[in-house]
C-alpha cells in the first residue's frame, strides 16, 4: 500500500490508508487510547487496534500505521485512523530532551538552539523554514521572470570585501584568505556580463556582538542590475521582489503554523522618507541631538516602522540618502547633496532588512573615492579592471533572510528563524 | 523610448529601436563602417549615421545606440540597426587585456582567468553560465515538484563534516573552526524534520590537488530523503532529477553558443554496473591487477563512461557498492555483501559527478561504526542525537554543479565552467 500524508488524511475517509512518521504524542486513558503521529507536512490522530503498543514506546520513534481513515470531528483536521496497527521503523531511546507535542517548546532559547536537531521538529518552528523556503522561492521566481541570472560566487577570498575590519581569516594552503562579508565585488563585476543578476548564499561577517538582531552566518539574498537611471529603479525592483515574497509568504500553508503575523501592510507604494527627513521626525521624540546623527539606531528604526504604519498604513518604509560617511566607497553620491548618498535601507516592521542603493560606474570615480579614503586600489584590481572596460550605471540589494522571515513569524530573536546559528558564543550544533 | 534586447531585434523590422549594451567589435571601412553591440543576451549589428564616432572608441564602451530595424540577410539574425546615433553612456579605456569579439579567446586559460571579469563578457563563455543556472532551476523544481524543502545549513563548523584531512580552518573568535566539507551531518539531521530536504550551496575541500578536475570551493546540489526502501529510491529520484536538469540544459537558448554536446544519450533507464562488476570489465583493458582496486581512478571512469555510451547508448552509468572501506563512516552496507556499500556514483560522460547512497539511520549502528573506525562521538553529539530520539531510513546525493556544466560543454578544465574559480594557486580574482 502506497503511503499518503496525514495533510491528504481527509482525502480518504472511509478507506485503509497507510501513514509513516514520528510518534508525536501518545495518551493511554482508561476507556481510549491515541497516539499523535508527526511526519514531515503535518499530524494526524491514530486510534490503535491494541493500545499495549504504546506502552513501551518513546515519543520520536518512527512508525508506520496502517488503518481506516474515519471522519472524527472532536479529532484535529476532523479525520483519525481507526483500528491502526503500528510498526515501528526505528525505535526512540526514552527522556527526549525537550518535549514537542506543546504547542510551543517550553524551554530557553539556548538549550532549544543546543538540541536544533529535536526542536526543529516542533511543528511551529519547522513551520517557519518552510515560509523561508518560499521566500527565497518566490525571490528567485521574480528576478529570473525580469531577466535576472543567477550566479555562484566565491565565498574564499584573497582580500576584504569592503574592509579590512570584521572578516574572518582562515588558512588557505598556507596563505592568509577570508570568508567573504558579501558577493557585493562580484555582483557588480558580473553587471558587466549578465547585466542582472542575483545570488542566494552564506555570508560572513566576524562582527562581536552579541544581539538578537545579528549573526555571524546569515543567509544574503543578492542583487544587482544594470542599466539604471538611478537608485530608483532599484528600489522599484526591490519593491517588486519584496511583494511577491509578502505573497508567497501569506498564501503558504504553513503560514499559520507558524503563527506568522498577518496580514503583511503593504500600501500601494513604499513609502520613502529621506534619511535628513527622518532625523527631523525623530527629533521630536528623541531630541535635537538626533539630527546630527551619521546612522539610524535600532531604536530610531523601530520608531520609524511604527510611524510608517500608522501614516502610511505600510510594514514597509524606505530610508534613502543616508550619509556617504557611513556607507562604503562603491556608493554613488546623490549629486544635488554631495554628503548624502543614493542608498537606502528598507525597513521591514521597524528592522533594516534590506540594503541597496546605485553604486559607482566610472573607473575614474573609483579612482578618485579610493585616493580620498585612502583605499590601497592594489587588491582591487580585478574589480577595478571591469570599470576600466566599460560598466553601465547600476545598482543592487541586499535582502537578510533571516530576519525577513523573523518579521514575518514576529520571533523576538533572529536565532529563531535560523536553522543552525553561528554568534559568538555558539558554533554547534 | 524604451530600450530593447538584441535578441528581440528580429521582431522590430521597420520600427525605430533602442538597443543598451556595450561595442563589441566595429570595423572601419572604406565603403562601409559598423559595430556589434553586445547586450547581456546577444549581439546586434549597426551601422552608425555618422562613422566617425567609431574612430576613437574603444572595445568595451558602454554605448546607446537608436536606429531603425531594418532586414539584411547579410547580418547576423537578419536585421541590423542602420542610420543610428550612437550615445557613450561609459568609455572603455584602450587596450583590452583580451579580446572578445572571436569565436574563442585566444589566450591561456590562467590569462582568461585572470581577467574574468572581461573574459566572462565572451558569449561562448557566458552561455555556460546560462546553462549552469537553467540546471539549477530544473534541480529546484523537480525537488520542490517532488515534496523536497530548500534548507540552508551553516558553512562555518566546529567540526571537520567527515574526517580531519582536508579542511581549510579558520579563527572564529580566538577558537578554531572549520569550513564545511559538505552538507551531509545537517542534512540528515534535517530528515528528521523535513522528511525531504535539498540545498544549493558553497562546499571546501583542502585537497592539495592541482587536476582538471578538482577545485577547491564549488557548489554542490544536495539532496536527502526519508523514509526510503533503499539505495534504489534514491538513485530513482537521482535519475528524475538529472533528467530534469538534462531538458532544461538541452532546451536553453544558449546551448547552442556554449556550444553544448548535445543531445545528451539518456537511455529508457541509467544503465547500472556493480562496482565489482565494473572491476571485472576493467580488467580486460587495465589487467587483473584492477580486480583488487578500492576505487575507481579517473581513467577508469572514462573507459566505463566510454563503455556505457557504446553498450546501452547512455552518458550516465551509476556505478553502485563501492567497498565500504572507501566510503564514510555513515555509509549504508549491503546486508548481502557487507564488505561492499549501498553507495553509488553517476558518471556523467566518464567523470564521476554525483556521489549518494543509502546512510545508516539506527543509533545504535553510528555507535558500532564510530568504535570500529575509532571516530570520537564526543564531536558529532548533536548529529548523533537525532539518530538517537528516531530517524527514518534515509539517503540522498549530492551533484558537483561545476563538473555538471564541465560536462555539458566539453570543457577539458573545471576552472572553465566556474566563475572565480578557487585552486592551489588560484585565490583572485
Known amino acids: 500500500m502506497e503511503r499518503i500524508r496525514s495533510t491528504e488524511l481527509a482525502q480518504h475517509v472511509g478507506e485503509q490508508v497507510r501513514l509513516r512518521g514520528w510518534l508525536h504524542h ?7 487510547s491515541f497516539l499523535i503521529l508527526r511526519d514531515g507536512w503535518g499530524t494526524s490522530q491514530i486510534v490503535p487496534a491494541d493500545p499495549v503498543v504504546l506502552s513501551d514506546l518513546a515519543a520520536e520513534s518512527v512508525i508506520e500505521v496502517d ?5 472524527e470531528p472532536r479529532a484535529p483536521g476532523g479525520v483519525e485512523v481507526r483500528e491502526a496497527s503500528i510498526r515501528v521503523l526505528s525505535p526512540a531511546q526514552a527522556g527526549l530532551p525537550l518535549e514537542l507535542f506543546r504547542p510551543s517548546i517550553d524551554a530557553a532559547l539556548p538549550r532549544i538552539l543546543d538540541h536544533a536537531a529535536l526542536a526543529l521538529r516542533h511543528p511551529r518552528r519547522r513551520a517557519a523554514f518552510r515560509l523561508m523556503e518560499a521566500s527565497v522561492a518566490a525571490y528567485r521566481a521574480v528576478l529570473r521572470e525580469h531577466d535576472f541570472t543567477e550566479v555562484f560566487t566565491p565565498k574564499i577570498v584573497a582580500t576584504a570585501t569592503e574592509s ?10 598556507g596563505r592568509p584568505a577570508y570568508l567573504a562579508q558579501s558577493p557585493q565585488l562580484y555582483k557588480q563585476t558580473l553587471v558587466g556580463v549578465f547585466e542582472r543578476v542575483f545570488e542566494v548564499g552564506p555570508v560572513f561577517r566576524a562582527e562581536p556582538h552579541d544581539t538578537p538582531r545579528h549573526l555571524n552566518e546569515y543567509v544574503s539574498l543578492d542583487a544587482e542590475m544594470g542599466f539604471v537611471t538611478d537608485h530608483r529603479d532599484v528600489m522599484a525592483m526591490l519593491e517588486v521582489t519584496i511583494r511577491a515574497m509578502a505573497r508567497a ?19 500601494e507604494r513604499f513609502p520613502v522618507l529621506h534619511f535628513a527627513e527622518a532625523l527631523e521626525l525623530l527629533a521630536s521624540d528623541f531630541g535635537d541631538g538626533v539630527r546630527t546623527e551619521p546612522d539610524l539606531a535600532p531604536a530610531h528604526e523601530r520608531w520609524l516602522g511604527e510611524w510608517a504604519l500608522r501614516v502610511h498604513g505600510s510594514d514597509f518604509l524606505f530610508i534613502l540618502g543616508y550619509p556617504m560617511q557611513k556607507r562604503p566607497f562603491y556608493t554613488h553620491p546623490d549629486p544635488d547633496r554631495p554628503e548624502y548618498s543614493r542608498g537606502f535601507d528598507l525597513l521591514f516592521r521597524g528592522l533594516e532588512t534590506v540594503t541597496g542603493g546605485q553604486r559607482l560606474h566610472r573607473s575614474e570615480d573609483y579612482e578618485a573615492v579610493m585616493r580620498e579614503r585612502h583605499v590601497d586600489p592594489t587588491p582591487f584590481a580585478s574589480y577595478l579592471e571591469a570599470f576600466r572596460y566599460g560598466m553601465p550605471p547600476h545598482g543592487g540589494f541586499a535582502i537578510g533572510l533571516e530576519r525577513w522571515v523573523q518579521q514575518l513569524v514576529g520571533a523576538s530573536n533572529l536565532r529563531e528563524t535560523t536553522l543552525f546559528p553561528r554568534d559568538l558564543s555558539r558554533l554547534v550544533p
Chains 1, 2 share one sequence.
Not at 164 to 173: E, H, I, S, W
Open 164 to 173: 579590512g575590519a570584521n572578516t574572518f581569516q582562515l588558512d588557505y594552503f
Open 249 to 267: 509568504a501569506t498564501a503558504h500553508p504553513s503560514a499559520a503554523t507558524a503563527r506568522a503575523r498577518l496580514p503583511i501592510q503593504l500600501p
Open 67 to 71: 488503518g481506516r481513515a474515519v471522519a
Open 26 to 32: 501518545s495518551r493511554v486513558l482508561s476507556h481510549v
